[in-house]
């Protein structure tokens, strides 16, 4: 599939023409259209979560994915990471799916490292997940991680920059699809029905959004200059940059 782990491999995350034509059909305009309804959207009444009944995996590769994901010293891909383990778990349960929390977790904490901080030894990766991805999994060989949950985190890094992912797909874990639909969420304020008014507000006083599109704009022109034949750089020319500018449920 376009974006994923497998994808990256034959790839490194550059685009061909191909490529570009999928991305605009299957993924682009149907989160073209997900932002379009979430301007009308409201977030959700219901209060049925709330941050103190999130169970947060305290085990010893977490730790190493929140150190690696601290060591970018960019507070707002810090805050942006934690936020998207907490939207995403508000989504499964209004959806009521089942996931893995220590995977989706260290997926979370570490879609983004790349893209605050790039390293220099990962200078052939073309696309900043990819570069995630091989540093996820990087933490989970040190801890002898199950190789079936390495390859989901690296998935739904990879696949997290698609901008949208087809549920009835079965070939995508739940991991991926919350991956994915977490982010955008944050980013450019799709799923708000969702996320109740009381779960965001909540979340957004521990984890707050200051100078967060300034911020994750900048940090996105950055990577397409580097990248300029990756999803980033392809999607920003689309209006990318404007869907965030315009997210009105998060300020």
Aim: net charge neutral; aromatic share 12%.
């Amino acid at each position: 599939m376009l974006g994923d782990r497998a994808w990256m491999t034959l790839t490194q995350g550059k685009l061909n023409f191909k490529d570009k034509i999928t991305l605009l059909k299957k993924f682009m305009l149907p989160a073209t259209f997900n932002f379009a309804k979430s301007q009308f959207n409201v977030t959700s009444t219901s209060h049925h979560l709330t941050r103190q009944e999130i169970k947060i995996p305290d085990t010893a590769i977490v730790k190493d994915a929140l150190f690696e994901l601290e060591q970018t010293h960019c507070q707002a891909t810090i805050l942006h990471s934690w936020r998207c383990y907490f939207w995403g778990v508000a989504i499964a349960q209004s959806k009521q799916w089942q996931f893995d929390d220590e995977i989706f977790l260290i997926a979370s904490l570490l879609h983004d490292v790349a893209l605050a901080d790039p390293k220099t030894e990962y200078q052939s990766c073309q696309c900043f997940t990819f570069e995630s991805a091989l540093r996820s999994e990087s933490i989970c060989h040190r801890h002898d991680y199950p190789a079936h949950k390495s390859q989901k985190i690296s998935d739904a890094i990879c696949l997290h920059m698609n901008g949208y992912l087809d549920e009835k797909d079965h070939r995508l874990a739940k991991e991926s699809l919350l991956l994915q639909q977490a982010t955008a969420y944050d980013a450019i304020g799709s799923e708000a029905q969702y996320i109740s008014h009381h779960y965001q507000t909540e979340i957004l006083k521990h984890y707050p959004r200051t100078q967060f599109k300034t911020r994750f704009q900048d940090l996105m022109l950055q990577e397409a200059q580097r990248h300029p034949h990756a999803r980033p750089a392809f999607m920003n020319a689309f209006g990318l940059k404007l869907m965030i500018q315009f997210n009105h449920q998060l300020k």
